[in-house]
Protein backbone atom coordinates (compact mmCIF):
# COMPACT_ATOMS: atom_id res chain seq x y z
CA UNK A 1 0.00 0.00 0.00
CA UNK A 2 3.19 2.19 1.21
CA UNK A 3 4.75 1.77 -2.14
CA UNK A 4 1.69 2.27 -3.74
CA UNK A 5 0.83 5.60 -2.20
CA UNK A 6 4.50 6.44 -3.26
CA UNK A 7 4.55 5.28 -6.74
CA UNK A 8 1.30 8.09 -6.88
CA UNK A 9 3.47 10.38 -5.25
CA UNK A 10 6.19 10.58 -7.80
CA UNK A 11 3.49 10.68 -11.02
CA UNK A 12 1.79 13.68 -9.09
CA UNK A 13 5.53 15.48 -8.68
CA UNK A 14 6.40 14.40 -12.34
CA UNK A 15 2.68 15.90 -13.86
CA UNK A 16 2.98 19.23 -11.65
CA UNK A 17 6.54 19.50 -12.28
CA UNK A 18 6.83 19.11 -16.17
CA UNK A 19 3.37 21.44 -16.48
CA UNK A 20 5.40 23.78 -14.76
CA UNK A 21 7.82 23.94 -16.87
CA UNK A 22 5.26 23.90 -19.96
CA UNK A 23 4.08 26.83 -18.82
CA UNK A 24 7.21 28.56 -17.73
CA UNK A 25 8.74 28.12 -21.17
CA UNK A 26 5.08 29.43 -22.91
CA UNK A 27 5.48 32.56 -20.45
CA UNK A 28 9.25 33.16 -21.97
CA UNK A 29 8.00 32.15 -25.51
CA UNK A 30 5.50 34.94 -25.30
CA UNK A 31 7.66 37.67 -23.36
CA UNK A 32 10.52 37.32 -26.00
CA UNK A 33 7.93 37.38 -28.91
CA UNK A 34 6.01 40.38 -27.52
CA UNK A 35 9.61 42.14 -26.74
CA UNK A 36 10.29 41.18 -30.70
CA UNK A 37 7.24 42.78 -32.25
CA UNK A 38 7.97 45.97 -29.69
CA UNK A 39 11.51 46.47 -30.35
CA UNK A 40 12.08 50.31 -30.63
CA UNK A 41 8.98 51.04 -30.80
CA UNK A 42 8.21 54.73 -29.25
CA UNK A 43 5.32 54.52 -26.62
CA UNK A 44 2.70 57.77 -27.68
CA UNK A 45 -0.43 58.34 -26.09
CA UNK A 46 -2.74 57.89 -29.03
CA UNK A 47 -3.09 56.69 -32.23
CA UNK A 48 -5.73 57.27 -34.49
CA UNK A 49 -6.02 55.82 -37.88
CA UNK A 50 -8.63 56.49 -40.82
CA UNK A 51 -9.49 55.26 -44.40
CA UNK A 52 -8.16 58.69 -45.51
CA UNK A 53 -6.18 61.10 -43.53
CA UNK A 54 -6.59 64.94 -45.26
CA UNK A 55 -3.98 67.15 -43.63
CA UNK A 56 -3.46 70.48 -44.76
CA UNK A 57 -0.30 69.76 -45.74
CA UNK A 58 0.73 70.32 -49.49
CA UNK A 59 3.80 67.78 -49.14
CA UNK A 60 1.53 64.88 -48.58
CA UNK A 61 -1.58 66.00 -48.99
CA UNK A 62 -3.97 63.03 -48.53
CA UNK A 63 -2.40 59.68 -47.18
CA UNK A 64 -4.52 56.81 -48.13
CA UNK A 65 -4.80 54.14 -44.70
CA UNK A 66 -3.08 57.00 -42.78
CA UNK A 67 -2.09 57.23 -39.34
CA UNK A 68 -1.36 59.55 -36.64
CA UNK A 69 1.10 59.18 -33.17
CA UNK A 70 0.27 61.54 -30.61
CA UNK A 71 2.20 62.17 -27.55
CA UNK A 72 2.09 65.29 -24.66
CA UNK A 73 -0.87 66.35 -26.79
CA UNK A 74 0.69 66.80 -29.66
CA UNK A 75 1.68 65.18 -33.76
CA UNK A 76 4.62 63.08 -33.52
CA UNK A 77 3.95 61.53 -36.46
CA UNK A 78 1.84 60.71 -39.25
CA UNK A 79 2.29 58.02 -41.82
CA UNK A 80 0.24 54.55 -43.56
CA UNK A 81 -0.87 52.78 -40.87
CA UNK A 82 1.55 49.75 -41.81
CA UNK A 83 4.41 52.59 -40.69
CA UNK A 84 2.92 53.98 -37.05
CA UNK A 85 2.18 50.35 -36.08
CA UNK A 86 5.94 49.24 -36.82
CA UNK A 87 7.11 52.15 -34.92
CA UNK A 88 4.23 53.15 -31.92
CA UNK A 89 3.07 51.64 -29.45
CA UNK A 90 0.28 53.70 -28.04
CA UNK A 91 -1.68 53.37 -24.53
CA UNK A 92 -4.83 53.52 -26.80
CA UNK A 93 -6.15 52.92 -30.67
CA UNK A 94 -8.86 54.75 -32.31
CA UNK A 95 -9.92 52.67 -35.40
CA UNK A 96 -11.32 54.80 -38.27
CA UNK A 97 -12.71 52.46 -41.57
CA UNK A 98 -14.77 54.17 -43.53
CA UNK A 99 -13.51 57.07 -41.99
CA UNK A 100 -11.27 60.28 -42.52
CA UNK A 101 -9.18 62.13 -40.45
CA UNK A 102 -8.58 65.80 -40.63
CA UNK A 103 -7.56 68.50 -38.87
CA UNK A 104 -10.35 70.05 -36.23
CA UNK A 105 -12.52 73.05 -37.52
CA UNK A 106 -11.30 76.61 -36.96
CA UNK A 107 -14.20 79.41 -36.41
CA UNK A 108 -12.54 82.36 -36.28
CA UNK A 109 -15.33 84.48 -35.85
CA UNK A 110 -18.26 84.05 -33.06
CA UNK A 111 -20.21 85.67 -30.10
CA UNK A 112 -20.88 81.90 -28.48
CA UNK A 113 -22.77 82.80 -25.80
CA UNK A 114 -25.55 84.32 -28.24
CA UNK A 115 -26.67 80.73 -29.08
CA UNK A 116 -29.17 81.88 -26.20
CA UNK A 117 -30.87 84.39 -28.48
CA UNK A 118 -30.78 81.96 -31.60
CA UNK A 119 -34.31 82.91 -33.45
CA UNK A 120 -35.08 85.23 -31.13
CA UNK A 121 -35.37 88.20 -34.27
CA UNK A 122 -34.84 86.81 -37.72
CA UNK A 123 -35.71 88.92 -40.85
CA UNK A 124 -34.50 92.46 -39.93
CA UNK A 125 -32.28 95.03 -41.29
CA UNK A 126 -28.54 94.66 -39.06
CA UNK A 127 -28.79 97.59 -37.71
CA UNK A 128 -32.11 97.24 -36.75
CA UNK A 129 -31.84 93.86 -35.24
CA UNK A 130 -28.78 95.08 -33.36
CA UNK A 131 -30.20 98.43 -32.04
CA UNK A 132 -33.66 97.46 -31.53
CA UNK A 133 -33.35 93.62 -30.39
CA UNK A 134 -29.79 92.08 -30.06
CA UNK A 135 -28.55 95.00 -27.69
CA UNK A 136 -31.52 95.62 -25.55
CA UNK A 137 -31.50 92.16 -25.21
CA UNK A 138 -27.83 92.17 -24.15
CA UNK A 139 -28.45 94.96 -21.93
CA UNK A 140 -31.52 92.72 -19.81
CA UNK A 141 -30.46 89.59 -20.20
CA UNK A 142 -26.88 88.99 -20.65
CA UNK A 143 -25.16 87.75 -17.07
CA UNK A 144 -22.52 85.58 -15.51
CA UNK A 145 -25.34 82.83 -15.17
CA UNK A 146 -26.23 83.65 -19.45
CA UNK A 147 -22.48 83.46 -20.27
CA UNK A 148 -21.88 79.95 -18.19
CA UNK A 149 -24.97 78.02 -19.75
CA UNK A 150 -25.06 80.20 -23.48
CA UNK A 151 -21.02 78.63 -23.40
CA UNK A 152 -22.09 75.55 -22.21
CA UNK A 153 -24.53 75.25 -25.28
CA UNK A 154 -21.72 76.75 -27.85
CA UNK A 155 -19.47 74.13 -26.63
CA UNK A 156 -21.55 70.92 -26.88
CA UNK A 157 -22.75 72.25 -30.57
CA UNK A 158 -19.10 73.17 -31.34
CA UNK A 159 -17.69 69.61 -30.78
CA UNK A 160 -20.68 67.87 -32.25
CA UNK A 161 -19.97 69.64 -35.70
CA UNK A 162 -16.19 69.10 -35.20
CA UNK A 163 -14.99 72.56 -34.53
CA UNK A 164 -11.59 72.31 -32.35
CA UNK A 165 -10.92 75.96 -31.63
CA UNK A 166 -13.44 79.38 -32.53
CA UNK A 167 -12.58 82.80 -31.38
CA UNK A 168 -15.37 84.16 -29.19
CA UNK A 169 -15.83 87.81 -28.95
CA UNK A 170 -18.38 88.23 -26.05
CA UNK A 171 -19.05 89.05 -22.37
CA UNK A 172 -18.30 87.98 -19.21
CA UNK A 173 -14.71 86.27 -20.30
CA UNK A 174 -13.72 84.32 -17.34
CA UNK A 175 -16.71 82.81 -17.39
CA UNK A 176 -16.06 81.81 -20.95
CA UNK A 177 -12.64 80.65 -20.18
CA UNK A 178 -13.59 78.44 -17.18
CA UNK A 179 -16.59 76.41 -19.42
CA UNK A 180 -14.38 75.99 -22.33
CA UNK A 181 -11.46 74.80 -20.01
CA UNK A 182 -13.69 72.13 -18.85
CA UNK A 183 -15.31 71.22 -22.17
CA UNK A 184 -11.58 70.42 -23.76
CA UNK A 185 -12.32 72.91 -26.41
CA UNK A 186 -9.47 75.57 -27.71
CA UNK A 187 -10.80 79.24 -27.94
CA UNK A 188 -9.08 82.58 -28.75
CA UNK A 189 -11.32 84.52 -25.99
CA UNK A 190 -11.74 88.25 -27.10
CA UNK A 191 -14.16 90.28 -24.37
CA UNK A 192 -15.75 92.56 -26.86
CA UNK A 193 -15.32 96.34 -26.02
CA UNK A 194 -17.57 99.43 -27.03
CA UNK A 195 -18.08 103.03 -26.92
CA UNK A 196 -21.80 102.54 -24.97
CA UNK A 197 -22.88 101.03 -22.35
CA UNK A 198 -22.72 97.15 -22.79
CA UNK A 199 -23.70 94.04 -20.37
CA UNK A 200 -21.76 95.05 -16.86
CA UNK A 201 -19.84 98.29 -18.31
CA UNK A 202 -20.62 101.99 -18.50
CA UNK A 203 -18.66 102.68 -22.21
CA UNK A 204 -15.30 102.01 -23.34
CA UNK A 205 -13.52 102.46 -20.22
CA UNK A 206 -14.82 99.96 -18.05
CA UNK A 207 -15.01 97.41 -20.64
CA UNK A 208 -11.71 98.00 -21.98
CA UNK A 209 -9.92 98.37 -18.63
CA UNK A 210 -11.94 94.73 -18.15
CA UNK A 211 -10.72 93.14 -21.37
CA UNK A 212 -6.78 94.29 -20.32
CA UNK A 213 -7.28 93.03 -16.66
CA UNK A 214 -8.44 89.61 -18.83
CA UNK A 215 -5.61 89.63 -20.87
CA UNK A 216 -2.78 90.27 -18.31
CA UNK A 217 -4.95 87.32 -16.25
CA UNK A 218 -4.49 84.59 -18.92
CA UNK A 219 -1.96 85.32 -20.94
CA UNK A 220 0.49 82.47 -21.29
CA UNK A 221 -1.61 80.67 -18.48
CA UNK A 222 -3.02 78.29 -21.11
CA UNK A 223 -2.33 75.97 -24.05
CA UNK A 224 -5.97 75.77 -24.78
CA UNK A 225 -7.17 79.87 -23.73
CA UNK A 226 -5.78 82.49 -25.94
CA UNK A 227 -6.86 85.69 -24.84
CA UNK A 228 -7.45 88.53 -27.19
CA UNK A 229 -8.51 92.18 -27.31
CA UNK A 230 -11.93 92.71 -29.55
CA UNK A 231 -13.03 96.86 -30.23
CA UNK A 232 -16.60 96.06 -31.43
CA UNK A 233 -15.93 98.02 -35.09
CA UNK A 234 -14.88 101.44 -36.60
CA UNK A 235 -18.86 102.92 -36.00
CA UNK A 236 -18.76 101.76 -32.94
CA UNK A 237 -15.37 102.74 -31.35
CA UNK A 238 -13.62 106.20 -31.70
CA UNK A 239 -10.78 106.74 -33.24
CA UNK A 240 -9.04 107.44 -29.75
CA UNK A 241 -10.06 104.32 -28.84
CA UNK A 242 -9.14 102.24 -31.64
CA UNK A 243 -5.76 103.70 -31.18
CA UNK A 244 -5.36 102.83 -27.56
CA UNK A 245 -6.78 99.31 -28.18
CA UNK A 246 -4.29 98.70 -30.87
CA UNK A 247 -1.34 100.14 -28.63
CA UNK A 248 -2.29 98.05 -25.89
CA UNK A 249 -2.10 95.08 -28.28
CA UNK A 250 1.08 95.60 -29.20
CA UNK A 251 1.90 96.37 -25.52
CA UNK A 252 1.04 92.86 -24.56
CA UNK A 253 1.85 91.01 -27.61
CA UNK A 254 -1.70 89.65 -28.68
CA UNK A 255 -3.67 89.30 -31.28
CA UNK A 256 -6.69 92.14 -32.06
CA UNK A 257 -10.01 91.26 -34.10
CA UNK A 258 -12.91 93.93 -35.46
CA UNK A 259 -15.91 93.53 -36.99
CA UNK A 260 -14.93 95.70 -40.39
CA UNK A 261 -16.50 97.20 -43.41
CA UNK A 262 -19.50 94.72 -43.05
CA UNK A 263 -22.41 96.66 -44.60
CA UNK A 264 -22.80 99.87 -47.27
CA UNK A 265 -24.04 101.69 -44.41
CA UNK A 266 -21.12 101.38 -42.32
CA UNK A 267 -18.88 102.50 -45.44
CA UNK A 268 -21.20 105.44 -45.62
CA UNK A 269 -21.31 106.33 -41.96
CA UNK A 270 -17.02 106.03 -41.24
CA UNK A 271 -16.92 108.17 -44.80
CA UNK A 272 -19.27 110.63 -43.47
CA UNK A 273 -17.41 110.65 -39.93
CA UNK A 274 -13.72 110.26 -41.05
CA UNK A 275 -14.06 111.16 -44.44
CA UNK A 276 -12.13 107.45 -45.49
CA UNK A 277 -13.40 104.02 -45.58
CA UNK A 278 -13.33 101.67 -43.23
CA UNK A 279 -9.84 99.95 -44.09
CA UNK A 280 -8.58 102.88 -45.27
CA UNK A 281 -9.71 104.71 -41.55
CA UNK A 282 -7.92 101.91 -39.54
CA UNK A 283 -4.68 102.62 -41.61
CA UNK A 284 -4.86 106.18 -41.13
CA UNK A 285 -5.18 105.57 -37.35
CA UNK A 286 -1.65 103.14 -38.11
CA UNK A 287 -4.30 100.32 -36.71
CA UNK A 288 -3.27 97.58 -39.72
CA UNK A 289 -0.63 94.64 -38.55
CA UNK A 290 -0.48 90.94 -38.63
CA UNK A 291 -1.87 90.31 -35.29
CA UNK A 292 -5.49 91.74 -36.43
CA UNK A 293 -7.65 89.87 -38.15
CA UNK A 294 -10.73 91.29 -39.14
CA UNK A 295 -14.61 89.74 -39.39
CA UNK A 296 -16.73 90.23 -42.21
CA UNK A 297 -14.95 92.58 -44.73
CA UNK A 298 -17.93 92.33 -47.42
CA UNK A 299 -17.30 96.23 -48.41
CA UNK A 300 -13.65 96.71 -49.13
CA UNK A 301 -12.58 98.70 -52.34
CA UNK A 302 -9.77 97.80 -54.39
CA UNK A 303 -7.27 99.55 -52.75
CA UNK A 304 -8.24 98.28 -49.48
CA UNK A 305 -7.69 94.79 -50.19
CA UNK A 306 -3.99 95.61 -51.13
CA UNK A 307 -3.59 97.40 -47.83
CA UNK A 308 -4.51 94.17 -46.12
CA UNK A 309 -2.44 92.30 -48.18
CA UNK A 310 0.99 94.60 -47.73
CA UNK A 311 -0.04 95.03 -44.08
CA UNK A 312 -0.70 91.15 -43.49
CA UNK A 313 -4.19 91.58 -41.81
CA UNK A 314 -6.30 88.33 -41.64
CA UNK A 315 -10.39 87.88 -42.92
CA UNK A 316 -12.94 85.66 -41.44
CA UNK A 317 -15.32 85.04 -43.89
CA UNK A 318 -18.97 84.70 -42.42
CA UNK A 319 -21.64 83.88 -45.57
CA UNK A 320 -24.23 82.55 -43.07
CA UNK A 321 -24.20 85.82 -41.31
CA UNK A 322 -23.48 88.19 -44.27
CA UNK A 323 -26.71 86.61 -46.07
CA UNK A 324 -29.02 86.53 -43.43
CA UNK A 325 -28.46 90.06 -42.65
CA UNK A 326 -28.35 90.56 -46.49
CA UNK A 327 -24.94 92.31 -45.89
CA UNK A 328 -23.69 91.26 -49.08
CA UNK A 329 -20.70 89.15 -50.74
CA UNK A 330 -17.24 89.63 -49.41
CA UNK A 331 -15.03 89.51 -52.39
CA UNK A 332 -13.34 86.56 -51.06
CA UNK A 333 -11.82 85.48 -54.59
CA UNK A 334 -10.35 89.15 -55.15
CA UNK A 335 -8.93 88.70 -51.32
CA UNK A 336 -7.61 84.99 -51.89
CA UNK A 337 -5.72 86.51 -54.67
CA UNK A 338 -4.49 89.32 -53.36
CA UNK A 339 -2.58 86.65 -51.20
CA UNK A 340 -4.57 87.97 -47.63
CA UNK A 341 -5.12 84.99 -44.99
CA UNK A 342 -8.68 84.16 -45.63
CA UNK A 343 -10.27 82.52 -42.74
CA UNK A 344 -14.30 81.35 -41.90
CA UNK A 345 -16.52 81.82 -39.42
CA UNK A 346 -20.01 81.51 -38.19
CA UNK A 347 -20.72 84.46 -36.48
CA UNK A 348 -23.12 84.58 -33.74
CA UNK A 349 -25.83 82.09 -33.64
CA UNK A 350 -29.00 85.18 -33.24
CA UNK A 351 -27.29 86.02 -37.01
CA UNK A 352 -26.91 82.37 -38.50
CA UNK A 353 -28.36 80.50 -36.51
CA UNK A 354 -26.08 77.69 -36.01
CA UNK A 355 -22.70 77.34 -35.13
CA UNK A 356 -22.17 74.96 -38.16
CA UNK A 357 -18.67 75.42 -40.02
CA UNK A 358 -19.77 72.49 -42.25
CA UNK A 359 -22.58 75.51 -43.66
CA UNK A 360 -20.18 78.09 -44.19
CA UNK A 361 -17.89 75.58 -46.09
CA UNK A 362 -20.44 74.49 -48.35
CA UNK A 363 -21.57 78.46 -48.84
CA UNK A 364 -18.36 79.47 -49.51
CA UNK A 365 -18.04 76.61 -52.45
CA UNK A 366 -21.24 77.76 -54.08
CA UNK A 367 -22.08 81.49 -53.50
CA UNK A 368 -18.54 82.61 -54.81
CA UNK A 369 -19.33 81.15 -57.77
CA UNK A 370 -22.36 82.54 -58.19
CA UNK A 371 -21.33 86.13 -57.83
CA UNK A 372 -18.55 86.02 -60.17
CA UNK A 373 -20.37 83.71 -62.58
CA UNK A 374 -16.91 81.32 -62.78
CA UNK A 375 -17.66 77.33 -61.84
CA UNK A 376 -13.56 77.14 -60.63
CA UNK A 377 -13.89 80.52 -58.07
CA UNK A 378 -12.69 78.56 -54.56
CA UNK A 379 -12.60 75.48 -55.06
CA UNK A 380 -13.02 72.89 -52.39
CA UNK A 381 -10.11 72.24 -51.81
CA UNK A 382 -9.36 76.16 -50.92
CA UNK A 383 -12.62 76.11 -48.97
CA UNK A 384 -11.25 73.23 -46.52
CA UNK A 385 -8.11 74.73 -46.61
CA UNK A 386 -9.99 78.29 -45.46
CA UNK A 387 -11.85 76.12 -42.55
CA UNK A 388 -8.76 75.13 -40.84
CA UNK A 389 -5.19 76.15 -41.88
CA UNK A 390 -6.87 79.70 -42.96
CA UNK A 391 -8.30 80.69 -39.78
CA UNK A 392 -5.45 79.15 -38.28
CA UNK A 393 -3.47 81.62 -39.57
CA UNK A 394 -5.69 84.78 -40.18
CA UNK A 395 -5.52 84.35 -36.21
CA UNK A 396 -1.90 83.89 -36.08
CA UNK A 397 -1.70 80.48 -34.42
CA UNK A 398 -0.74 78.37 -37.81
CA UNK A 399 2.12 76.98 -35.48
CA UNK A 400 0.32 75.49 -33.20
CA UNK A 401 -3.43 74.22 -35.27
CA UNK A 402 -4.74 73.99 -38.53
CA UNK A 403 -2.33 71.05 -40.41
CA UNK A 404 -1.68 67.64 -39.64
CA UNK A 405 2.02 68.16 -39.15
CA UNK A 406 4.45 66.92 -37.03
CA UNK A 407 4.58 69.16 -34.06
CA UNK A 408 1.78 70.71 -34.33
CA UNK A 409 -1.18 70.08 -31.42
CA UNK A 410 -3.37 67.08 -31.63
CA UNK A 411 -6.80 68.57 -32.65
CA UNK A 412 -8.48 65.99 -35.34
CA UNK A 413 -11.51 64.75 -36.33
CA UNK A 414 -13.02 61.99 -37.43
CA UNK A 415 -15.92 62.39 -40.22
CA UNK A 416 -17.90 59.31 -40.95
CA UNK A 417 -18.14 58.31 -44.83
CA UNK A 418 -20.94 55.74 -44.63
CA UNK A 419 -23.91 57.66 -45.18
CA UNK A 420 -26.09 57.72 -47.96
CA UNK A 421 -25.41 61.12 -49.06
CA UNK A 422 -21.52 59.97 -48.88
CA UNK A 423 -21.66 57.24 -51.42
CA UNK A 424 -19.99 56.41 -53.86
CA UNK A 425 -16.78 58.05 -52.97
CA UNK A 426 -14.58 59.00 -56.00
CA UNK A 427 -12.84 62.62 -54.47
CA UNK A 428 -12.70 62.85 -50.50
CA UNK A 429 -12.14 66.32 -50.37
CA UNK A 430 -15.26 66.58 -52.66
CA UNK A 431 -17.54 64.82 -49.81
CA UNK A 432 -16.07 66.98 -47.30
CA UNK A 433 -16.89 70.15 -49.11
CA UNK A 434 -19.79 69.70 -51.29
CA UNK A 435 -21.86 66.83 -49.33
CA UNK A 436 -20.67 66.25 -45.57
CA UNK A 437 -22.69 67.89 -42.49
CA UNK A 438 -21.54 68.53 -38.99
CA UNK A 439 -23.88 64.75 -37.89
CA UNK A 440 -21.36 63.27 -40.16
CA UNK A 441 -18.32 64.07 -37.30
CA UNK A 442 -17.91 60.50 -35.45
CA UNK A 443 -15.06 61.82 -33.26
CA UNK A 444 -13.27 65.42 -31.97
CA UNK A 445 -10.27 65.27 -30.31
CA UNK A 446 -8.16 68.37 -29.10
CA UNK A 447 -4.58 68.88 -27.51
CA UNK A 448 -4.77 64.59 -27.41
CA UNK A 449 -8.16 64.61 -25.84
CA UNK A 450 -10.98 62.79 -27.14
CA UNK A 451 -14.28 65.16 -26.78
CA UNK A 452 -16.37 62.94 -28.76
CA UNK A 453 -15.95 59.46 -29.81
CA UNK A 454 -18.33 58.11 -31.85
CA UNK A 455 -21.05 61.12 -31.42
CA UNK A 456 -21.23 60.34 -27.58
CA UNK A 457 -20.35 63.49 -25.48
CA UNK A 458 -17.19 62.74 -23.00
CA UNK A 459 -17.19 66.05 -21.61
CA UNK A 460 -20.34 67.84 -21.28
CA UNK A 461 -23.12 67.05 -19.31
CA UNK A 462 -25.78 67.73 -22.24
CA UNK A 463 -29.05 66.73 -19.90
CA UNK A 464 -28.41 69.78 -17.18
CA UNK A 465 -26.98 72.14 -20.40
CA UNK A 466 -30.76 71.23 -22.01
CA UNK A 467 -32.38 71.86 -18.67
CA UNK A 468 -30.66 75.40 -18.07
CA UNK A 469 -31.20 76.36 -21.52
CA UNK A 470 -35.06 75.83 -21.03
CA UNK A 471 -34.88 78.13 -17.84
CA UNK A 472 -33.50 81.14 -19.10
CA UNK A 473 -35.15 80.69 -22.16
CA UNK A 474 -38.61 80.66 -20.37
CA UNK A 475 -37.76 84.20 -18.96
CA UNK A 476 -37.01 85.29 -21.93
CA UNK A 477 -39.86 84.93 -23.84
CA UNK A 478 -41.75 86.15 -20.79
CA UNK A 479 -39.96 89.25 -20.26
CA UNK A 480 -38.47 90.57 -23.65
CA UNK A 481 -39.76 93.62 -25.55
CA UNK A 482 -37.97 94.88 -28.75
CA UNK A 483 -37.07 98.48 -28.65
CA UNK A 484 -39.09 99.39 -31.05
ZN1 LIG B 1 -19.83 89.34 -35.23
Redesign the pocket.
Known sequence: MKRQLAKYYKLLVFFVCTTLFVFCTQIVIAQNNYNLATQGKQNVQLIVSSDFVVTMDETQPVIKNGAVAIKDGKIVAIDTQDKIRASYRANRTLLGEGMVLMPGLVNG?S?SAMVLFRGLADDLALEDWLQNYIFPAEGKFVDENFVRVGEQLACWEMIRGGTTTFVD?YFEPDIAAEVIDECGLRAMIAPSSIDFPSPGFQGWDDAFASSVNFLKRWKGKSDRIIPALAPHAPYTVSPEHLTQAIQTARHYDVPLTI?LAETQTEVKDVQQRYNATPVQHLENLGFLDPRVFA?HVVWPNESEIALMAKRGVGVIHNPDSNLKLASGFAPIPAMLKAGIDVGLGT??AASNNVLDMWNAIRLTALIHKGTTLDPTAVPAKTVLRMATLGSAQALGLADKIGAIKTGLQADLIQVKLKEPHLLPLYDVMSHLVYAADASDVDTVIVNGQVLMHQREMLTVDINKIRREVVSIAEKIKAEFRPAN
Open positions: HHMHADG
